[in-house]
């Protein structure tokens, strides 16, 4: 049995859509025993699969259950092993960078001009 990369690397949770895995193979940040891999390449057991993940990590990947349904979170890392090193530490910049954009309320923060001439009012 064999089965295609990219439904694979989505059943091992490396990606959390296939189309994700299908773009990430595209880009060329996939390797499967050494060569850049398109997402139409069928798997074999025993394969290595390499992802690049960005900023100097590489997650190394050992096929060792061919499945091309998705599984339950718990029992997804048992089709593969992991030799991966752990991941870099991320920099205080970086940390800030990858938080959401802080919110507020309309009208919340400077008052408007509307606002400034009721507070005015209220002073006077």
């Avoid at 060792?64 to 599984?71: A, F, G, I, Q, V």
């Amino acid at each position: 049995m064999a089965v295609r990369l990219d439904k694979w690397l989505q059943v091992a949770r490396a990606f959390k859509t296939r189309s994700q895995a299908t773009r990430a193979c595209a880009l060329g940040r996939v390797r499967v025993n050494g060569f850049v891999a398109k997402p139409h390449k069928d798997l074999a057991l025993e394969d290595r699969v390499e992802i690049d993940k960005g900023r100097g990590w590489v997650r190394v990947l050992i096929v060792k259950e061919l499945r091309d349904k998705t599984l339950p979170k718990a029992e997804a890392a048992r089709v593969f092993e992991d030799l991966s090193p752990p991941p870099p530490k991320l920099e205080p910049l970086e940390l800030l960078m990858r938080r959401t954009p802080a919110r507020r309320d309309r009208g919340a923060g400077r008052p408007t001009k509307r606002d400034r001439r009721r507070l005015e009012k209220i002073k006077r």
